[in-house]
C-alpha cells in the first residue's frame, strides 16, 4: 500500500475520479477518531453528531471494542458456516438473552437482515399460516428506510432511491405511518406481516402516535401476522432503551438489527426473535459467507457486554432529555420543530432560512459534523459517549447557524 501525503481537496479529488457518485459527502476528510470526535488531515478536530447512523452508539474506537477485535485478530477471523467455531454459539445465545428472544440469524448489513426477515416472513407465512403460494403480503410504512437493495427499494416511497432500479419486487402493500386506521384496512387474510421502524430515522426521526405500535401489535395478533420492528438505527439504546419498541411496552416477533451491533468496527446485523418463526430455515435456503463470522461474533459480544450493563440506555435517556430541552429553545428562534427520542432529533429548520446542506456546511466550519436529509431537516445522533458539555456546543452552534450570528 502506498502513502499519500496530501490535503482535503487533495483526497476529494481522489473520490470524485475513482469512487461511484452514490454519496453526497460534505468536504470533510477523516483520518483519526475518538469517543465523540473526529480529526481531519490538517488536524482540525470535530464533535461527531451523526454516529455512523447510529453505527458508533459507543463512540469511535470504544477501548472494550477494540480490544475484542484485536484479541479475535489475532486467533481466527473468517471459517465460513462450513464449519462451527467458538464464537458463533456464544454470541448467539448471549445476543438471545439480551434481546429476550429465543434464536438468532447473524448477517453483516442492515439491508441483509431486512432482506433475511422478509424471506423468513414469507416462508413463514406458506408453511405455518397457510398463506397459498405466491401470495403472501407484506404491510410498511410509507416515507421508510430499510435498505436499498432491489427488493427493499420496492416498498420505498422515496423516489431517488426507486428511479430506474424496476422491475420492482411485487408482495408488499404501503400504508401511512402513524395511521393505525390504515393499517388495519391493509390486513387481510394473506398478510403474512406488517414491518415498520419504532421511529423513522431517514423520513427525520419521526415518533409515531402514541399507542400506535401498541394498536400494530394488536392488530397483527388478531390476523395472526407478525410483527417486524427495524431497529436498526432506533435500537441498542440509541433512544434510551435497547429498544424502541420499548417505549409502549411492545414486543415484536421479529427484530432486524445491524449498525451498533458492530460497535463502528465491524459490519454486524442480525435477525432476532420467535424460534418457530426463524425455525421455519433449513440448510441450504439461506446464508451468507461472512454472516456470524469469528471476528464479527467476537466484536458483537463486547458490544452486548456494554449493553448488558444498562449503562448506555440510561446515558441515552439522561443526556436526550438535556439534548431536547437545549433544542426546544431554539423552536421559534430558526427552527420549525423538533422530534426525537433519547439522543436521537430530527430538527426542522423554519422556512425561508438555510437548506439542511447549508447547515450542515455551516456547522463544519463550526467544528460540528451533521447530516441533512431531505431539504430542511438534520439528523442529529452523537455518540451515547458524548457529554452534557459536547451536547451544549453543538447546540450552540446550531443557534448561531440558524440565526446568522
Sequence with gaps: MTTFAAGTTDYIALDEQWSTHNYHPLPVVIAEAEGAWVTDVTGKRYLDFLAGYSALNFGHRHPALVAAAVEQLGRVTLTSRAFHHDQLGLFCRELAELTGTEL???????????????????????????????????????????????????????ETARADFGPFTPGFVTVKYGDADALADAITERTAAVLLEPVQGEAGVVVPPEGYLARARQLCDEAGALLIADEIQSGLARTGTLFALDHEGVRADLY?????????????????????????????????????????????????????????????????????????????????????????????????????????EALATRGVLC???????????????????????????????????
Design 104 to 158: 438468532v440469524l447473524p448477517m453483516n448489513s442492515g439491508a441483509e437482515a431486512v432482506e433475511s426477515a422478509v424471506k423468513v416472513a414469507r416462508k413463514w407465512a406458506y408453511q405455518v399460516k397457510g398463506i397459498p403460494d405466491g401470495q403472501a403480503q407484506i404491510v410498511v410504512a410509507g416515507s421508510n428506510f430499510h435498505g436499498r437493495t432491489t427488493t427493499i427499494v420496492s416498498f420505498s416511497t422515496d
Design 256 to 360: 432486524t438489527l445491524g449498525k451498533a451491533l458492530g460497535g463502528g468496527i465491524m459490519p454486524v446485523s442480525a435477525v432476532v426473535g420467535r424460534r418457530d418463526v426463524l425455525g421455519v430455515l433449513r440448510p441450504g435456503e439461506h446464508g451468507s459467507t461472512f454472516g456470524g463470522n469469528p471476528l464479527a461474533c467476537a466484536v458483537g459480544r463486547a458490544v452486548i457486554s456494554l449493553l448488558a450493563t444498562g449503562e448506555f440506555q440510561e446515558r441515552s435517556a439522561t443526556l436526550g432529555r438535556h439534548l431536547h430541552a437545549r433544542l426546544g429553545e431554539l423552536v421559534g428562534h430558526g427552527l420549525a420543530e423538533v422530534r426525537g427520542r433519547g439522543l436521537w432529533a430530527g430538527v426542522d429548520i423554519a422556512p425561508g432560512r438555510l437548506t439542511g446542506r447549508q447547515a450542515s
Design 371 to 405: 447530516k441533512e436529509t431531505h431539504d430542511n431537516t438534520l439528523r442529529i445522533a452523537p455518540p451515547l459517549v458524548v457529554t452534557a458539555e459536547e451536547l451544549d456546543r453543538g447546540v450552540d452552534a446550531l443557534a448561531e447557524v440558524i440565526t446568522g450570528a
